[in-house]
Structure formats: structure tokens, C-alpha cells
């Protein structure tokens, strides 16, 4: 683990490991490659320097399911593509090897399936943009005025870019 001039610890090389990122999928319109979107979610985290050890969770639900948290949470009646429940900001007290539970990222494959249509997308392309897009609400980003969505798009964009350039060079030597 290596410090920062800030001196907060941050992953590198093994203390990855240190970084869970629990995977339910219960939903059954679209294979998702678990394992994928699991490292996506890690490996932005760990770009925006979240301190090791921590938790994520990554969720695949149907439409009615993600109606009913898209209801409950934020009194909207219909299915959205992603939610995020950010849980520990990070200034929870905890002890020097308990987890920070960095919060939850609901994806509904079927509404992304539809969205990646729509936009002339791979569904590939669209389920990378919303684990970060949900990775990056777990931490505090929004786009609630133009400034901040301003903001949180082009990290999005970053994370993406370097999402894909590391995928581009780990199938070229063979790796995942």
C-alpha cells in the first residue's frame, strides 16, 4: 500500500484484494459477465482513490424490481437504468481492517438493453457507462445542475478511456 502527500493509504499492486466487490444478479433478461463489471466497478474505485479495505456492491434486477427501489427511494413510478446507495462516505470510525462500505450499484440490464438501442450503442458499451456512472454517485458526484453534471461526465469519459485502453492491452498479451 502507498500513501499520497495527503498520507491516506491507497491500493496498489495485492492491496487490490483488499477491494470486495459483491455481485447479485437476479435477473434473468440479459447474461451478464459478472466477473467483468465486478473489476470495472473496483478499478474505479481504486482510480478515484478510494482507501483499501473497502466493499461495493454490484446488483442486476429486473425492470419491476428496479421500478419499486426507483418508487420507493426516489418517488419516481418507472424503471430506470441505475441506482446508487452510497453507504460509508468514509468518515465512519472503523478499525484498521474493517471495511468501508461504500454503497450499492443497482443495474437494470433489460432498461440499459433499451438505452444502448436508443443511442446506437453496444449494450457492452452501456453497462460500462453505468457501473461508473453508479461507481462515481457512490462517492458523491452528481448531476443535479450543469456544472456538476459537467463534471461527472468527463470523469465518466476518463474512467471509460482508461477502462478500455486497459482492456485493449490485456487481450493483446493474452490477460484479463
Same mark, same amino acid.
Given at each position: 500500500?502507498?500513501? #499520497?502527500?495527503? %498520507?491516506?493509504?491507497?491500493?496498489?499492486? +495485492?492491496?487490490?484484494?483488499?477491494?470486495?466487490?459483491?455481485?447479485?444478479?437476479?435477473?434473468?433478461?440479459?447474461? &451478464?459477465?459478472?466477473?467483468?463489471?465486478?473489476?470495472? $466497478?473496483?478499478? &474505479?474505485?481504486?482510480?478515484?482513490? &478510494?482507501?483499501?479495505?473497502?466493499?461495493?456492491?454490484?446488483?442486476?434486477?429486473?425492470?419491476?424490481?428496479?421500478?419499486? $427501489?426507483?418508487?420507493?427511494?426516489? %418517488?419516481? #413510478?418507472?424503471?430506470?437504468?441505475?441506482?446508487?446507495?452510497?453507504? #460509508?462516505?468514509? +468518515?465512519?470510525?472503523?478499525?484498521?481492517?474493517?471495511?468501508?462500505?461504500?454503497?450499492?450499484? &443497482?443495474?437494470?440490464? +433489460?432498461?440499459?438493453?433499451?438505452?444502448?438501442?436508443?443511442? %446506437?450503442?453496444?449494450?457492452? #458499451?452501456?453497462?460500462?457507462?453505468?457501473?461508473?456512472?453508479?461507481?462515481?454517485?457512490?462517492?458523491?458526484?452528481?448531476?443535479?445542475?450543469?456544472?456538476?453534471?459537467?463534471?461527472?461526465?468527463?470523469?465518466?469519459?476518463? $474512467? $471509460?478511456?482508461?477502462?478500455?485502453?486497459?482492456?485493449?492491452?490485456?487481450?493483446?498479451?493474452?490477460?484479463?
Amino acid at each position: 500500500m502507498t500513501a #499520497d502527500g495527503d %498520507g491516506v493509504p491507497r491500493p496498489s499492486g +495485492s492491496d487490490i484484494d483488499a477491494a470486495v466487490v459483491v455481485v447479485l444478479d437476479g435477473q434473468r433478461d440479459l447474461t &451478464v459477465d459478472e466477473e467483468r463489471w465486478a473489476g470495472l $466497478l473496483r478499478r &474505479v474505485l481504486s482510480e478515484e482513490q &478510494v482507501p483499501v479495505p473497502w466493499e461495493a456492491g454490484l446488483s442486476f434486477v429486473e425492470a419491476g424490481e428496479m421500478a419499486a $427501489l426507483n418508487a420507493t427511494h426516489r %418517488g419516481i #413510478d418507472r424503471p430506470t437504468d441505475v441506482l446508487a446507495f452510497g453507504a #460509508d462516505d468514509g +468518515s465512519a470510525p472503523r478499525g484498521p481492517d474493517e471495511p468501508r462500505l461504500v454503497g450499492d450499484v &443497482v443495474i437494470c440490464p +433489460s432498461i440499459a438493453a433499451a438505452n444502448a438501442e436508443t443511442r %446506437g450503442a453496444s449494450i457492452d #458499451d452501456e453497462l460500462a457507462l453505468l457501473v461508473v456512472h453508479g461507481a462515481l454517485h457512490l462517492l458523491g458526484y452528481d448531476h443535479i445542475d450543469d456544472r456538476d453534471a459537467q463534471k461527472m461526465e468527463g470523469r465518466e469519459r476518463e $474512467l $471509460l478511456a482508461l477502462a478500455e485502453a486497459t482492456a485493449v492491452t490485456a487481450s493483446r498479451w493474452g490477460s484479463s
